[in-house]
């Protein structure tokens, strides 16, 4: 399957703190997309990285893509309790118009 | 702007019996997407459009699923008959390109099957 799975399953951590997830995919990629969903929402579109790029920024997110491990990374600097939320990625392949999610990172960010 | 916009929110029946579920996609995007989301299997697409034509019906579970989109600004996902295994969320998703730019997904309806 070329479904990507995120690393961890489920991540606590403290206000302030950084959180990294992980999101493994095993076919080649146009780009990959991250997205948030809060409980009993619609996710929402959070950053997109092409294959030829190898780290983006927006706001406090950072994500790197390593296309030689078929990997990429979500880092969430300085924490906050509003960023308590399932994550996850998506994967486009470029051979058809739609994207493969991944598994999600359940993160919880307590006060 | 509007979002994507999804009747109705929750939805619960009796096995058997016929569910449509709505979508209405944002004005001027081409691509629309249902998807289905369970903790078990996650989320999956189920089927998508492209300019009102479906281009992918391939995740669709069996033929007691359909979906239609009759004009730019609607589509259906219709259930019959359902059955307990169909309880989930299903999403409606749309983009102004092909699948690979950002998707903009509606609320869901969460659907009860007794």
């Known amino acids: 399957s070329q479904q990507g799975e995120e690393d961890p399953q489920a991540l606590s951590i403290q206000e302030g703190e950084n959180a990294t997830m992980n999101c493994s995919y095993k076919?080649?990629?146009?780009?990959l997309q991250w997205y948030r969903q809060n409980s009993g929402r619609g996710l929402v579109h959070l950053i997109l990285i092409r294959s030829n790029e190898r780290e983006k920024h927006s706001g406090r997110l950072r994500v790197t893509l390593d296309t030689s491990k078929k990997s990429s990374s979500l880092l969430i600097t300085a924490s906050r309790a509003a960023d308590t939320a399932s994550y996850f990625c998506a994967i486009d392949t470029g051979t058809a118009s739609k994207l493969t999610f991944g598994t999600g990172t359940r993160l919880q960010v307590t006060l | 702007d509007a979002g994507v916009i999804q009747s109705p929110r929750h939805e619960v029946t009796e096995m058997g019996q016929e569910v449509t579920l709505r979508c209405k996609p944002i004005?001027?995007?081409?691509?629309l997407f249902w998807y289905r989301q369970t903790m078990m299997r996650g989320l999956e697409l189920l089927i998508y459009?492209?300019?009102?034509?479906?281009?992918?019906d391939s995740g669709m579970p069996e033929d007691r699923f359909s979906a239609k989109m009759p004009n730019a600004s609607f589509s259906t996902l219709k259930i019959q008959p359902s059955e307990p295994r169909d309880s989930a969320v299903y999403f409606c998703?749309?983009?102004?390109?092909?699948?690979?730019?950002?998707?903009?997904f509606g609320d869901g309806t969460r659907l009860s099957i007794l």
């Open positions: 076919t080649s990629i146009n780009n």
């Open positions: 459009f492209n300019n009102n034509v479906p281009i992918d």
């Open positions: 004005s001027g995007h081409d691509y």
């Open positions: 998703a749309s983009s102004p390109g092909q699948g690979s730019q950002p998707q903009h």
